[in-house]
């Protein structure tokens, strides 16, 4: 069985998540700091199966209402099922990203997700992030005819 400390390392090192955090980091002024990578996990649904992993995210040094971030989805035995990316950006009142995903056998899937206004009690995209150490914040995703709930929350201690 993979630890979480094992499975914190497998989001983190993503090549595609390095990239994007580079990408990110790359389009910033000198002298703005980067922000902290932010960790957690996750539950989703689809139809009446429920599905689970963790995710990272990091809000963009000159945007802290936007952020990207990496997610992986467990199968049994935490075996890693699909990794991706995902990003995301405070629009009006909502929140509202991309995401995309490859399998362990190399095929693709990408959708889009939206966050439940009624969770959105920060005011940055990053404070909406950080309340997951305190309750669960949720939403809904979508990926061509499929879609599902999901809810993202701390990682356990």
């Known amino acids: 069985m993979a630890t979480s400390r094992n499975r914190r390392r497998t989001l983190t090192g ?6 994007l955090i580079l990408l990110a980091a790359g389009s910033v002024a ?4 980067p922000r902290a990578v932010i960790q957690g996990s996750w539950i989703a649904t689809f139809g009446s199966r429920q599905y689970r992993g963790e995710w990272s ?3 963009l040094a000159n945007n802290p209402n936007a952020a990207v971030g990496s997610w992986t989805l467990f199968g049994d035995g935490n075996k890693i099922v699909l990794q991706g990316t995902w990003s995301a950006e405070r ?10 995903a490859r399998s362990q056998g190399g095929w693709s899937l990408t959708g889009t997700w939206e966050a439940d206004a009624k969770s959105l009690t ?10 997951t150490g305190d309750k669960q914040i949720a939403g809904w995703w979508r990926a061509r005819a499929a879609s599902g709930n999901w809810w ?6």
């Open 122 to 131: 920060g005011k940055t995209f990053e404070d909406m992030l950080r309340q």
């Open 14 to 19: 993503l090549p595609s998540v390095g990239m």
């Open 57 to 59: 995210a990091q809000a």
């Open 91 to 100: 629009a009006a009142k909502r929140w509202a990203g991309t995401w995309s």
């Open 30 to 33: 000198a002298g703005d700091e």
């Open 152 to 157: 993202l929350m701390a990682l356990p201690r």
